[in-house]
């Protein structure tokens, strides 16, 4: 993946980064807002970033306004939106569709902020996964209060178009939207969903920088080993119990002997 | 007489001395308990196969859950790898085969994307995968993979592929030009994507 470090790294220079949206050459300019290199990174951001924008073809461009590092709970509860000052205006400007990685932050406060300074501009929300129906066994439904949940909601309500995972998401929400509606807990709703596509390219993806430092195999056994009998302490319970019931015998007036020992 | 307690494998062994149908899992931290629903078809495996299967998890962190979920099956493990470095990971292990649990529970089927099926097909590695979207939406089973309907069927599954590796090698062919042609940068992977911008 040496082209995706030389991206993480270029993306750290503000002149590449001003580079990107210097001109307006595309029918769709996409810009990709603070994805993490992660796997949902990876194929939200990354991979449609080069397809869309480095392919020679004249139809899209994209940007990309930073490349961080995996921090899943942190990209959820304290999303850091690189999207300040002179050079996201220019960013801003120049995108027909801004994407937002997925987080329960809420968004709606940048939303407006976008369309105040590019009314053209289409918000685009990445839905990583049904957050109304984690299972109790799963470490997001202790992330996942009913406040996130909320949140999370409202940010994809606000967009203008919400990639999710699979079509079966997208019957789901188009339900549940429905039921939110009909409850009359939100207005109406006026977003496209839609699957995300996928893409893959082996030479990006297999081109590795660093060989060494990947993780080894290592065997390991789950194997529940059979209690060890501590035949120590059985012997001094047994002699424990021994010096006993003489006393005990004595007590109820029989002396004890080998045979009326029980 | 005590009994004697089993002897604790201390060193490592290395993949050049083995010659076995090797069966990846992947553990995303997320899925335990999905993996903890097909272990007795695992151990089953492996008491049925003994060191001609092997199974190796991936994502593997020491914690209450993977213990659980793992209990009574000898692995391989290895630890988290960033992206960066997953797909060189996994072409290291020489995988036969990369099987896929998921219960068959609303969040699951909402919220599976195919990452794990693009990229074992990628390397020629077949996938054995549940027969329920997104996987059954592109798996044609035996054809670019595999797909079980139920727990037994998985078995017999594990049972087939591993019995059968040629077929097995023939299917992860057969995934590598299914991802590369529908997946694959090209004009018109590019086009449906850009596209999907509505």
Redesign the interface.
């Known amino acids: 993946m040496k082209l995706v470090l030389d991206l993480e790294k270029a993306l750290k220079s503000e002149g590449f980064r001003l580079d990107q949206t210097e001109y307006l050459v595309a029918k769709k300019n996409i810009l990709y807002v603070s994805p993490q290199l992660s796997a949902r990174g990876l194929y939200q951001s990354v991979m449609p970033f080069f397809l869309l924008g480095y392919m020679g073809l004249r139809n899209s461009a994209t940007a990309m306004t930073s490349l961080s590092r995996y921090n899943y709970t942190g990209q959820l509860v304290e999303y850091d939106i690189n999207l300040v000052g002179d050079e996201a205006m220019q960013h801003i400007s120049w995108a027909d569709y801004i994407v937002f990685p997925f987080t329960a932050c809420d968004l709606v406060p940048l939303y407006g902020l976008v369309r105040k300074l590019n009314p053209k501009t289409k918000i685009v929300f990445m839905i990583d996964f049904n957050f109304y129906e984690i299972p109790a066994d799963n470490p997001l439904s202790t992330v996942f209060t009913k406040e996130l949940i909320s949140t999370a909601t409202n940010n994809y309500w606000q967009s203008d178009l919400i990639f999710v995972n699979n079509a079966l998401m997208v019957e789901y929400l188009t339900k549940k939207i429905k039921q939110l509606v009909d409850r009359r807990t939100y207005t109406e709703f006026n977003a496209w969903i839609q699957p995300l596509p996928f893409v893959i390219n082996r030479d990006i993806m297999t081109e590795n920088f660093d060989v060494d430092s990947i993780e080894q195999p290592e065997y390991k056994s789950f194997i529940v080993p059979s209690k060890k009998i501590d035949n120590k302490k059985i012997a001094s319970v047994i002699a424990a119990s021994e010096k006993e019931a003489p006393e005990k015998q004595e007590k109820n007036g029989r002396k004890s002997t080998a045979k009326n020992r029980t | 007489m ?2 004697k ?2 002897r ?2 201390a060193r ?2 290395t ?1 050049q001395n083995i010659d076995s149908f090797k069966l990846g899992i992947v553990a995303n ?2 899925n ?2 999905d993996i903890a629903e097909i272990l007795p078809q695992l151990v089953a495996a492996k008491a049925a196969h003994g060191n001609k299967v092997i199974f ?1 998890i991936f994502g ?1 962190v020491d914690s209450e859950e993977s ?1 659980v979920a ?20 996994l ?3 020489k995988l036969n085969g990369m099987i896929i649990p998921m219960r068959k ?3 699951n ?7 794990k099926f ?2 074992s097909g ?1 390397l020629g590695v077949p996938v054995i995968a549940p027969q329920m ?2 996987y059954s ?1 592109v798996i044609v089973d035996q054809n670019n993979g595999f797909l079980y309907s139920s727990l037994d069927h998985l078995g017999k599954v594990i049972d087939l592929v591993v019995t059968d590796p040629v077929l097995c090698a023939n299917i992860g062919l057969n995934a590598t030009a299914y ?2 042609k529908e ?3 090209s ?1 018109a ?2 086009k ?3 596209e ?3």
């Open positions: 005590a009994e307690a089993p604790k494998i490592k062994k993949l931290g997320y335990w308990a190796y593997y213990a793992l209990e009574g099956l000898e692995c391989y493990v290895v630890k988290p790898v960033s992206i960066i470095h997953w797909l060189k990971c072409e290291q292990c529970i609303l969040f089927a909402t919220s599976e994307n195919l990452n693009l990229e990628l979207p997104p939406d991802v590369t997946f694959g940068h004009e992977t590019q449906f994507y850009y999907a911008f509505i």
